[in-house]
Each structure stands twice: as structure tokens, then as C-alpha cells.
């Protein structure tokens, strides 16, 4: 059975932001497939996010301008297969 990784994204207004899990363990935060954070819990890069501390990120918005839920259960989750190094 191959590892996975959880990803959760949300679509807002400006962009998909998503909290992506590592293989080694720790997530990213990714806005526009850029990587403006290391986080060693979603929870934690949540947090961030929603509080809008992660600095300047591809948006025009502020994160906190957003409506960005701060439940993770309210983000899509999706799990990634990741090939053994």
C-alpha cells in the first residue's frame, strides 16, 4: 500500500488556496502553486491563513477578506498517493 498525503483546498473569490501534506510529514500552505509556508499541523496553517498572517500572498485581497472557513472540515479534502523514495 503506498503512502498518502492529505490536501485540503478552498476556492475563494481571488484563487484555490490549499494546505497540502508532506510524505516526511509537516503541510504547505500554496496559494497559486506558491509555497508561503511550512506548517507542522493543517490545523496550525489554518490558523494563518484565516487570521491572514502568512504576509503577501498573489492575492489583491486580504486573506481575512475572504470568508475563508476555519474548520478544515468545511475545506475539500483529497488524499494523494506518493511514490516511495
Given at each position: 500500500m503506498k503512502p498518502t498525503v492529505s490536501i485540503y483546498?478552498?476556492?475563494?473569490?481571488?484563487?484555490?488556496?490549499?494546505?497540502?501534506?508532506?510524505?516526511?510529514g509537516g503541510f504547505?500552505?500554496?496559494?497559486e502553486g506558491e509555497i508561503l509556508g511550512y506548517y507542522h499541523s493543517a490545523e496550525q496553517a489554518l490558523d494563518d491563513i484565516v487570521g491572514d498572517h502568512l504576509g503577501s500572498?498573489?492575492?489583491?485581497?486580504?486573506?481575512?477578506?475572504?470568508?475563508?472557513?476555519?474548520?478544515?472540515?468545511?475545506?475539500?479534502?483529497r488524499m494523494l498517493a506518493v511514490a516511495r523514495i
Open positions: 483546498s478552498y476556492e475563494t473569490r481571488e484563487g484555490v488556496i490549499e494546505i497540502v501534506g508532506r510524505p516526511a504547505d500552505v500554496r496559494i500572498t498573489p492575492f489583491d485581497t486580504g486573506l481575512d477578506q475572504l470568508g475563508i472557513p476555519d474548520e478544515l472540515s468545511e475545506w475539500n479534502k
